[in-house]
C-alpha cells in the first residue's frame, strides 16, 4: 500500500517559493523597470538600471567592497584556522564550553557590539591607554573613522561564521592520514599543506563564503567605525532605497550582489565535488 507523503514534503516547497523565489523574482521584475517623476516604480520596461552600473563610480564602490571584504575574509581564515584546530584538539570535556563561548556574540546585537569596538578603538579607549602604558607610542594614533578599523569591526563580528565550518572539517578529519604521511616521510608543512589544507579545504570554503557574503552588506560597521568615509555596498544599497528612493537602480545593483552570490556558491559546490572525488 503506498503511504501519503508527510505534509511537510508540500510545506517546505510552499516555503521556499513565497519566502525565497517570489521576493527574489519581486527584487529582479523591479530592477528591469525605471523610477517616475513621483519617487516610485514605473511599470516601463527597461535595462538602463543595469547599464548605470557601468559607470566607473559605481564600479569602484563594488572594487572597494570587494578588497575590503576580501581582507576581512583573509583576515577571519587567519585567526580563525589555528584556533579551529585547536579547538577540535582539546579534551573533549572542554569543547562544549569553549563552543559556547565561540556562539555566545550571537546572543548579542551585532550593532551593539560595534559600538564596543568603537569605544576600544577611541583615542581614550582601551587600546590606545594600552599602547601608551606599554610605551610604543607617545601620544594617542587615530585608529577610528579608517580603513583598517573597519576591516577589524567586520573581523569581530564575523569571526565566529569562520570558526564554525572550520572546526567542523577539524573534527571530520581522519588522523590517520596525518600519521600515514608522517610514516612516509612528509615534514610537517608537507603535512599541513598537501594533507590537511586539501581535507578542511570545505570547511575554508564555507567559512570564506559565510564570510565574504554578509561583509558586503554591513554597511552599520562602515557608519560606525568608518565614519561613512569608504561607501561600500551595503551603504549604497541602503541610500538608493531609503534616501534616493530609487529602487529600480537598487534592485538591479542587489541582483548584481545576488549574482555574486550563486557564484561562490558555484565554486563551494566545485570545492564539494573536488574534495569527494579526490
Known amino acids: 500500500m503506498r503511504t501519503q507523503p508527510p505534509i511537510f514534503a508540500y510545506l517546505l516547497p510552499l516555503w521556499l517559493i513565497l519566502f525565497t523565489l517570489l521576493p527574489l523574482l519581486m527584487v529582479v521584475a523591479v530592477s528591469l523597470m525605471r523610477r517616475d517623476e513621483s519617487g516610485l516604480i514605473a511599470p516601463v520596461f527597461t535595462l538602463a538600471n543595469y547599464a548605470r552600473l557601468l559607470n566607473p563610480l559605481y564600479l569602484k564602490v563594488f572594487g572597494h567592497s570587494l578588497a575590503l571584504a576580501a581582507v576581512a575574509t583573509t ?4 585567526v580563525g584556522y589555528p584556533f579551529a ?13 569553549l563552543l559556547t563561548w565561540v556562539i555566545v556574540p550571537f546572543w548579542t546585537n551585532s550593532l ?28 594617542p594614533i587615530r585608529l577610528l573613522y579608517t580603513g583598517p ?26 588522523r590517520r592520514l596525518i600519521e600515514a604521511a608522517r610514516d612516509l616521510g612528509a615534514g610537517r608543512f608537507a603535512t599541513f599543506w598537501r594533507v590537511i589544507v586539501p581535507l578542511t579545504a ?9 564570510v565574504f557574503l554578509p561583509a558586503l552588506g554591513m554597511f552599520y560597521v562602515t557608519d560606525v567605525l568608518g565614519g561613512a568615509r569608504g561607501l561600500l555596498v551595503g551603504n549604497f544599497l541602503k541610500d538608493q532605497f531609503l534616501d534616493a528612493r530609487d529602487w529600480p537602480f537598487g534592485a538591479a545593483a542587489s541582483v548584481l550582489v545576488i549574482a555574486l552570490l550563486f557564484v561562490f556558491l558555484a565554486l ?11
Open 149 to 174: 578599523a573597519v576591516a577589524i569591526g567586520l573581523v569581530y563580528v564575523l569571526l565566529p561564521f569562520m570558526v564554525l565550518p572550520l572546526y567542523s572539517s577539524f573534527e571530520k578529519l581522519d
Open 85 to 97: 584546530y585547536l579547538l577540535s584538539r582539546v579534551r573533549a570535556g572542554w569543547r562544549p564550553v
Open 202 to 210: 570545505p570547511g575554508i570554503a564555507a567559512g570564506s563564503l559565510l
Open 112 to 139: 551593539a557590539r560595534v559600538y564596543a569596538m568603537r569605544g576600544m578603538l577611541a583615542a581614550q579607549g582601551p587600546v590606545n591607554t594600552g599602547l601608551l602604558a606599554l610605551g610604543w607610542i607617545d601620544e
Open 75 to 78: 583576515l577571519c581564515l587567519i
Open 268 to 278: 563551494y559546490g566545485r570545492v564539494r565535488r573536488g574534495i569527494g572525488h579526490g
